[in-house]
């Protein structure tokens, strides 16, 4: 029982050290003329569903740092089910 489960936690380490795969966090670094920014992930749904009912999110794009005097505001929709 304990060598499928160390042979199979191998497999994860190597393949995630290569690199292989899509990133699995929901804001991925990028670059805009030489400023740090966040951006959406587009593979993010692929984690949950299948790639042809996966949905993307709204484009967001972020500064990765925080202007002097200004404090970050997030906006969270709560979703009611109706029924």
Known sequence: ????????????LTL???GYGH???FFLPANDQGLAM???NPWFGWRFF???VARNAATVVS?????TG????FCA???RSHG
């Not at 029982?1 to 160390?6: G, I, K, S």
């Not at 200004?70 to 505001?73: A, E, L, T, Y």
């Open 38 to 40: 966040l951006t959406d």
């Open 1 to 12: 029982m304990l060598l499928p489960l160390l042979a199979l936690g191998l497999v994860e």
């Open 23 to 25: 990133p699995t966090a």
């Open 77 to 79: 929709w709560r979703i």
């Open 63 to 67: 500064s990765r740092t925080k202007a």
């Open 50 to 52: 299948p790639p042809a």
């Open 16 to 18: 995630r050290l290569a």
């Open 70 to 73: 200004h404090h970050p505001h």
